[in-house]
């Protein structure tokens, strides 16, 4: 079935620093979506970009569709960036979402 | 307007017990699904609906899961009996219909079961 690997699956840094989040995929996706969940909180959806390069405040997502992978740069990391981030593929036949593990990020003041 | 809801936020259960979780999408949304979060398995689809139709019913969860969508605007997810593995959070998410749209969650059902 669909596979979705994300890479590191913690990474730690100190505020200011910059993370780059990897996500993999196996088959092709109509949909890549990128979610962040803080620690006992509820999914929220960060960006959807099935392919290219999109921007949201210190987020960039750049998909590769025919590379079948998605990475999200953070810059500037704050402490309230600290969390698990997930990589969401949807199926292009079926809809059907699959869920990375996530990354867990720790941000240091 | 209203994300989508889910109550109770919490429920704690006896070992054998049933537990019905609710779930309203966002409205106009057609598309309806539930998950279940732990720490070791992650994210898992327990149910997925189209329109009110059930597309995806989880495979391996079939046995004491059922999730109904009685409308458009409202689901259950049934848990019957309950065992202490079903501990976790019960996530229910929508989107609008289309495979590329946003799905947006629900805050989740903190399950735990005794």
């Known amino acids: 079935g669909q596979q979705v690997q994300q890479s590191p699956s913690s990474l730690v840094l100190q505020e200011g620093e910059n993370a780059e989040l990897q996500c993999n995929f196996s088959?092709?996706?109509?949909?890549l979506q990128w979610f962040y969940q803080s620690p006992g909180g509820s999914l929220v959806s960060l960006l959807s970009?099935?392919?290219g390069t999109k921007h949201t405040g210190r987020l960039t997502s750049t998909t590769v569709t025919k590379e079948r992978r998605s990475s999200l740069h953070i810059s500037s990391s704050q402490t309230t960036d600290s969390g698990t981030y997930l990589c969401v593929h949807t199926g292009a036949n079926t809809g059907k979402l699959t869920f990375g593990h996530g990354t867990i990020l720790r941000v240091h003041p | 307007d209203a994300g989508v809801t889910q109550t109770p936020r919490h429920e704690v259960a006896e070992k054998g017990q049933t537990i019905i979780l609710k779930c309203e999408p966002v409205?106009?949304?057609?598309?309806l699904f539930w998950y279940r979060q732990t720490k070791i398995q992650g994210l898992e689809l327990l149910s997925y609906f189209r329109s009110k139709s059930l597309m995806e019913d989880g495979g391996a969860f079939k046995d004491r899961f059922k999730a109904e969508m009685l409308n458009s605007s409202f689901s259950t997810l049934k848990i019957q009996p309950t065992e202490p593995k079903d501990s976790a959070v019960y996530l229910c998410?929508?989107?609008?219909?289309?495979?590329?749209?946003?799905?947006?969650f629900g805050p989740g059902t903190r399950l735990l079961v005794l």
């Open positions: 970009n099935p392919s």
């Open positions: 409205s106009g949304h057609n598309d």
């Open positions: 088959s092709t996706a109509t949909q």
């Open positions: 998410a929508s989107r609008l219909g289309v495979n590329q749209d946003t799905q947006y």
